[in-house]
């Protein structure tokens, strides 16, 4: 892997990886704590309308994907918060909806003919210098966000209703986590790809859930994680010639599906003596 960062665009590919780590690691733990992941997942899928907007206008990819993305995660957050008992429902159509347009309007595109499939994965190796600025200050903002807002995040995702008598803004806050999701999303997936934010926006704090005492704990946790997946992921595409994110989502499964089965060997040692 030493190597390997002789070359530029592994250099490009291993800081987008280690900036995408830091924003899923910290955006991840707030959506895993505040059961919001078929949310997050519906607002990746819609960004794909984004896309197919800004190429059917003739905008640049980030604008319009950018406008899409924060609108159509504006009105799932309040469907998620206004009609909760029907809400999965909902944001299960505006998923479809979202990459319907996309397909729809990218058909519609005269002269386009590349394949929405091909942003499924990303191009994390292609990743330019101007790209790896924006990410950095989108990571930046995103910590410095969370840090200013973390005692209201915690109460509100551990216990909405006290927080809500603690006088905490429950519902901005809310807005604000998808709102800091829908940017990050839009400029993620054009680098590492759908499949691949999922992952890390999952995966690491899932499996740190568990072993956390603390929200800030679970953030740092989940961070190293998607780093040790990322890291280990280009490497092995590396030596094995393979597509680079689909090598970091297959170490962070691996290490998920580990995790599950010593979580469950452990439960079933200590079973018989209680």
Known sequence: MIEALHLEFMRNALMAGLLAS????????LVVINRIVFLAGAIAHAAYGGIGLAFFMGWSYL??????????????????????????????????????IGVILLDLT???????????FGSILAVAAWELRLLAAVALAVTLVVARYYNGLVLMSYDEEFARVRGVPVTPLYFLIIGMLAVALVLIIRMVGLLLVIALLTIAPFVMERHARSMAQMMAGAVLLNIFFTVTGLMLAYRLNITAGASIIMV????????????????KKRSPAA
């Open 22 to 29: 830091l924003i899923c690691g910290i955006l991840g733990t």
């Open 63 to 100: 604008g319009g994907t950018l406008v899409f993305s924060l609108a159509a995660a504006m009105a799932m957050a309040a469907v998620s918060l206004k009609a909760r008992h029907r809400a999965d429902t909902i944001i299960g159509v505006m998923w479809a909806l979202g990459m319907a």
């Open 110 to 120: 005269p002269g386009y003919s590349a394949d929405l499939m091909s942003y499924l």
């Open 252 to 267: 962070g499964a691996v290490c998920f599906f580990l995790e599950l089965a010593l979580g469950r060997f452990i439960q």
